[in-house]
């Protein structure tokens, strides 16, 4: 099975390109008359900005497009990014469609007609857009007694199952790697097994009413579709516990910190989705009674590819980038953004063709080498060592441990003129414990 993908990747076609109009999609808009609340969750969530948000409009007008009418072997990502970022576009045949600023109805990204008109896929565990999809009067959904003057109404299994989700959280790239697997991390996972789908956690329920003239039920479905996006999704979703083997240490003594990292609350792999990009990092530092900062030196496992893991300053990356918008002499921009040297990554990096870093999710070869990011219900343990320096004050240290989150590495988002608040670090966690130093 696996060569067989290996082989022939992107196989996956369910939805049609070009077989409707967008006259057959009944607008968001129209929805709202009567969905009003529905609607604003939507508005504010990914789902309907996921053509027109800035880091999209780039990344596919800058370089996807491109490279896909340069380069033959990733050319199907031309139609294949809109296939999932702007279902209608995609639908329609509309390929490629006009950049977001003209307005189309490819701005509409992943619109309510499009969910609620997907019948099921052609695969069983779903990926790259292989939804099908019967747009018209019957809306599908997830109850057996829901009405409606407007529209007719029909049960589908298929829309109250995770495999919905997978249709386009999974997928290969054109070289047959993994390049998004949120649906599989799931699966093979805790969650799957005791029955929680993503629904349940990104679409909550309850007590209220989903229409204007609806029932007043106890459980409606909340479109929020809250992900990485949302730092209040993110603060807290790694539990943190700090250990060491010392209570009072001398300077010249050595002092071995151990810390515990529980992801207790993510149904995948954190970080997920996107990995060519996210990082998730640890620094920890000792504080002392003055308030100078000394950083713990990082305790390496010695696993195969853990130097991508981390933080090195001197490493480059990305090049593929720079030589898509052609500029000259391109080296890459910093593998590692701007964190400190010497610190804890958890990610799972990707490579091109030419075996080098890329955020090029569609130009990945390989991305097997080393996946260091933290399971449903995994415990990642680190061990860090300090020497104390003679210049310590004496008194109580805080050693510190603060988990970071980035969409982007912030040299990519830097070189690329993203909005600062696409790669700025966000905060999942800190704990501190007290030693103390005497001399
Ligand atoms: C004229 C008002 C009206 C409009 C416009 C409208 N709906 Fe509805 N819709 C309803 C009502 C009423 C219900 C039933 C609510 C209930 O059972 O509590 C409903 C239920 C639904 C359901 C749930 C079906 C189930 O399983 O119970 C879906 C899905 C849905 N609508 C989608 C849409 C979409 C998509 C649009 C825009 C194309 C839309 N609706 C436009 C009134 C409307
Ligand atoms: C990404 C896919 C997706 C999009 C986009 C989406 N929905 Fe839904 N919707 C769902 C799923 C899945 C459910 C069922 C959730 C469950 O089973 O817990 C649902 C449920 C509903 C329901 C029934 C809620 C209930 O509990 O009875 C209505 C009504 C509805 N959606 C309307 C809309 C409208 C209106 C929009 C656009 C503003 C929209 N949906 C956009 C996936 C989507
Ligand atoms: C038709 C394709 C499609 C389907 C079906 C779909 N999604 Fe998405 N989803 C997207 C795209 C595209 C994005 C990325 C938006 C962006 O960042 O531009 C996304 C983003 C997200 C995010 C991240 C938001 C953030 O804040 O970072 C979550 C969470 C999410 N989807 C959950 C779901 C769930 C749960 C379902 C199933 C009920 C689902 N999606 C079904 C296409 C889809
Ligand atoms: C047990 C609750 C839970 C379940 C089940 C769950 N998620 Fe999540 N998900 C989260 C939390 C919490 C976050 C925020 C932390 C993060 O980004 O990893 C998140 C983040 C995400 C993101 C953003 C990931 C990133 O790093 O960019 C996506 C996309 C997503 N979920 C989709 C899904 C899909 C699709 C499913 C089902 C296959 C699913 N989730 C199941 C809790 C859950
Ligand atoms: C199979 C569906 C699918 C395909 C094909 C796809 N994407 Fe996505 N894309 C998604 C989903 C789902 C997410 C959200 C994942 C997450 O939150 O981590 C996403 C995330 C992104 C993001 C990150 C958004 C952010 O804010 O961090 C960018 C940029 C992006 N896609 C661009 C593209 C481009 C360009 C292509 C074509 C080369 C493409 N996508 C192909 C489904 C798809």
């Known amino acids: 099975m696996g060569l067989f993908f290996a082989l022939v990747p992107f196989i996956a076609q369910g939805a049609e ?15 709202r008359t009567c969905h009003r609340e529905i609607y604003q969750e939507w508005r504010q969530s990914l789902m309907s900005q996921s053509f027109t948000h800035h880091w999209d409009d780039v990344e596919y007008f800058k370089l996807a497009l491109p490279h896909a009418l340069k380069l033959d072997k990733v050319a199907e990502v031309k139609g294949g990014c809109i296939a999932c970022h702007a279902p209608l576009a995609f639908l329609t045949g509309d390929i490629p469609p006009k950049t977001p600023a003209a307005g189309t109805r490819a701005n509409e990204g ?5 969910c609620h008109s997907i019948t099921g896929s052609t695969e069983k565990e779903p990926f790259n857009f292989s939804y099908t999809i019967k747009p018209g009067k019957v809306k599908f959904g997830p109850r ?13 299994e298929f829309i109250k199952g995770s495999e919905l989700c997978a249709t ?13 697997e949120t649906y599989r991390e799931w699966k093979s996972g805790p969650y799957a097994r005791e029955g929680a789908r993503c629904q349940d956690c990104h679409m909550y329920h309850a007590p209220g009413k989903v229409a204007r003239s609806g029932k007043l039920r106890s459980d409606i479905a909340h479109h929020a579709f809250h992900g990485a996006h949302f730092p209040g999704k993110m603060g807290g979703a790694v539990d943190i516990a700090l250990y060491a083997d010392v209570n009072q240490a001398s300077p010249g003594s050595s ?20 990995c060519e990009e996210r990082m998730l990092w640890l620094e920890m530092a000792a504080i002392d009674a003055e308030g100078k900062t000394y950083y713990l030196t990082l305790n390496k496992k010695g696993f195969k590819g853990e130097e991508y893991t981390i933080s090195d ?3 480059f990356a990305y090049q593929a980038m720079g030589e898509i918008m052609g500029v000259k002499e391109f080296g890459g921009v910093k593998r590692d953004g701007n964190i400190p040297d010497g610190v804890r990554i958890f990610r799972r990096p990707f490579f091109d063709p030419e075996g080098r870093m890329t955020i ?9 080498l080393v996946d260091y990011r933290i399971g449903p219900r995994e415990t990642k343990i680190e061990s860090f060592s300090w020497v104390i320096p003679q210049d310590v004050s004496p008194g109580p240290v805080k050693i510190t441990a603060t988990l970071y989150y980035s969409l982007v590495p912030s040299s990519v988002g830097e070189f690329l003129e993203l909005m600062p608040s696409e790669y700025a670090p966000v905060k999942v966690n800190t704990v501190t414990l007290d030693i103390e130093v005497i001399k």
């Open 17 to 31: 390109m070009g077989k409707f109009q967008y006259e057959d999609f009944k607008k968001p808009e129209r929805c």
């Open 110 to 114: 992943v619109s309510c007609e499009i």
């Open 255 to 274: 002092v071995n910190v151990r810390a515990e990292l529980f992801n207790g609350k993510v149904g995948h792999y954190i970080p997920s989705g996107s």
């Open 313 to 315: 300053g001197k490493a």
């Open 144 to 156: 057996k007694n829901g009405r409606s003057s407007f529209h007719g109404v029909e049960y589908s």
């Open 168 to 180: 386009c959280h999974d997928e290969q790239s054109p070289y047959g790697a993994w390049v998004k």
């Open 360 to 368: 090029c999710q569609w130009y990945t070869a390989e991305n097997s």
